[in-house]
């Protein structure tokens, strides 16, 4: 026999070998397998994923707006915020015990950990699958990553639940304890339309961040597991749990060795306010939101730069005026009446035009703007305007006129006839037919036929010039012009432009842009030019304000505005009333602030019979009484000054035309100037025409009878008054 090769030999013994041991490894490599597929793999996915994952840079839309915020005059106090509420702040601006309260309430662990709690985070993936919350278990770097990077969606999903946890491990890796804490703080959600510490420690204690004390922080801290459903104040179920979270915050200082427990026994629960001192503003902050945004927008700042502009906006509003101004309108019972009544008080710094209080009336009972808005005709708080424009014409309030009732007018003055064409102006019923009285008793009294006297000879187109000057709007005297009825004020003036007008005649003369916005500060810390920063126009002399502030000073010592005087000082004003009384004014002012009261009628009727209030309102009574009671008030703030004395210079013209019915002594004709310039030129020094002794002495009686009603009332028209 031929020997086999020693390869083929061996290799059914090698055949053999290898199946017993293939055969031995087979369980072996199937646990490899399972090892791999379970762990290995998962882990190499998980790695992949994590490696993918992108480390967040910017945060989400909005998460970082903050809104600009508008001051009180005391440049401390908010009014309001325009945007988001929030306000950022620097690390070494957040006391150490806000931090440990808000670590004691959301994240024990954070200083030693790496972003992400095992345990809560098993607790949330768990409670994803079996349809639970999802949110519970987060520490603070994962709330951080949720709310305020960019990446992550809003799916209550699985998927989403891991991402977050891998954004928060980068998170702690590449960013440091303070800085994420720092971020957090300044972001995340209090309740009361806040975010951020800052803005919530405004919200709910008016205080700066830094002034909170221990139980403040730990109510804060508190706040952020159910900030839109915890209750600060009452006892209901709210309440009751966010006392019990507020408790296990402070026993989490204390667990922390941040709070001894001694001081953790000693506080209590703090008080907090109703609501933001901001948010309220006695009613009327819808009125100077409204405003505030309209002169913003006039200078060029659109509403978009402002709600995250980060800008602060300053006013000229008195915290303490605006209360005054409040009570003035209640005590005369001003809720109670119709919501088709139109009321509206104003304040304005005289030398300034800064708006210093308003009130437009009580919100529940009427949402129109009484007090920017052109509500009702200015009526006789007009006629200063008119003796201003005669002043600047080089004339003086000893210029007489005829206050005889009725008249007729030419277009050029001249005193017509009855029966001839002519504007027919009439007085007040109450006052009749007067003599002849200069423009400081035309004034007092509102004497009708004298002022239009007085405005057809000044000339109407220097009336209107001058209102204009004064600051009434352009549009509000276009439709009157060549209008011989605008001396009677029929157009329709807003309460803040007669306020500011008058503020001319008590600063010596210069005129004023009326304004809420005082300053404004961007975000760099600079200041944005405003218009009315600027000094404006010099309309009178020192010399012409201080004789039309004569006037109108004795409207309120003897006129129609006597239930203004003031008790401690002298004011100067004038009383409106329009036709029909439909509406009525007082403007008036001491040498420092102006104000204005308005009550007008949406409806074609008379002002009649309001709650608290038994007659017919007329300028000389409501309006008056109001315009006081805000006044009193407010002066104690400020130094009695007195107003300055004129010298009366200037031309004393006489434009007491003779009737033109009625055939004079001397055989003149009717209406005809008399010889010596008695018809605008210098004064006449001819004597009055002797009248027999019994029609003198009954006239007289009738002029002291009708003097004396008209310190009680104002003078009705057949036009605006």
Known sequence: MHSLPRARRFR?????????????????????????????????????????????????????DEGSTVYYADGRTPLFRLGANRESVRHDQIPDRLRWAVLAAEDRGFYGGHGVSPTGTFRALWNNASGRDTQGGSTITQQLARNYFKGLSRDRTMRRKVKEIFIAVKLDRNRGKDEILDLYLNTIYFGRQTSGVQAAARAYFDKDVWQLDVAECALLGAMIQRPTYFRTQGDGAAARALRTRWKYVLDGMVSMGRLGRAEAGRQRFPRTQAEWTGVGLSGQDLLVRQRVEEELAGIGIPMDSVVNGRLKIYTGLDQRWMRHAEQAMR???????PGTVRAGLVAV?????????????????????????PVAQAGSTFKPYVLAAALRKGLSVRTRVSGRSPQKFAPNGDVTPMTAPGYKVDNDEEIGSLGTVDMVKATALSVNTGYVKA????????VLETARLFGVPGDALAPFKGQAGVALGIPDVSAVTQAAGYAAFANGGTSVVPHLVTKVVDARGRRVPLPWDRPGRQVLDAEQAAQATYALRATVKGGTGTRA???????????????HNRAAWFVGFVPQVSTAVVLGNSKPATLRNLPGFTGTVAGENLPAT?????????????????????????????????????????GQNPGKPKPGGQDGGSPSTAPSPALPPEVARRKAAQEKAAQEKARETDVPTTGPR
């Open 455 to 462: 405005a057809l000879k000044t000339g109407i187109s220097d």
């Open 349 to 373: 710094d005289s030398r300034t035009g800064a708006v210093k209080a308003l009130y437009g009336g009580d919100p529940k009972r009427s949402q129109v703007d009484s007090v920017f808005a």
């Open 12 to 64: 059914p013994v090698l055949t053999r070998l290898s199946r017993a041991v293939r055969g031995r490894l087979r369980p072996r490599r199937r646990a490899i397998v399972m090892i791999i597929t379970s762990v290995v793999l998962p882990a190499v996915v998980t790695a992949v994923a994590y490696i993918r994952t992108p480390l967040p840079t910017q945060p989400q839309d909005g998460v970082t």
């Open 626 to 666: 109001i315009w006081r009671s805000f006044m009193d008030k407010v002066t104690r703030d400020l130094p009695a000054q007195p107003f300055p004395e004129p010298a009366f210079s200037g031309v004393a013209a006489n434009w007491a035309d003779a009737d033109p019915s009625k055939p004079n002594r001397t």
């Open 331 to 337: 005590q005369a019972d001003e809720p109670r009446w």
């Open 565 to 579: 005087a003031l008790s401690d000082r002298e004011a100067a004003g004038k009383t409106g009333t329009t036709e």
